[in-house]
């Protein structure tokens, strides 16, 4: 999600899609057997940046050149906003999925990674959210149906990359 974050000053702003993302997120996503990965971003010419970058590895030379990366790279599909997301999943599935946001920071009720991982196990229908820049906005964070406690290194630093964070948490999530 690239909207609405805040950054450093605490401003709402929407945030720069980055290459490094779009590739190690995608194969994140297909090494633990996640069914879509949604790009949101409300700004045309970041979509269009997006479209262009996967589609040479979907479609162009890429395609040829790296396999691997074309099968994870197909499981992007580029959104204006967390709606137009969550309408993708109620037509493929019929249900409505739950949001479950992510954040480095405290937010109660907070959702366990144990909690969480039943549920996907018992049923489907979850939306998992991860915010770039300096995380969701808080007003975004209250209206999710789940916030997912933070990761918790073993120093007080805790600024990870979103890339970082979602194979981590994939990691724990689905292994």
Known sequence: MHYPVVNRNGTI??????NLDIHDMSRAAKTYGVNSFYIVTPLADQQQLVGKIT??????VGAEYNPLRRKALELIKIKSS??????????KDGLAPKIVVTSSKNFEPQLSMDNFRKM???SGGYLLLFGTAWGFTEEFIG????RLEPLKGCTGY?????????AIILD???S
Request: proline share 0%; net charge neutral; no cysteine.
């Open 13 to 18: 702003i929407t945030s720069a899609v980055t």
């Open 55 to 60: 589609s040479h590895w979907t479609k162009g």
């Open 82 to 91: 967390l709606n137009e997301a969550a309408e993708d999943i109620y037509k």
């Open 120 to 122: 996907l196990q018992n």
């Open 143 to 146: 209206a999710a149906d789940y």
């Open 158 to 166: 805790n600024h990870l990359s979103v890339r970082s964070a979602a």
């Open 172 to 174: 724990r999530l689905l």
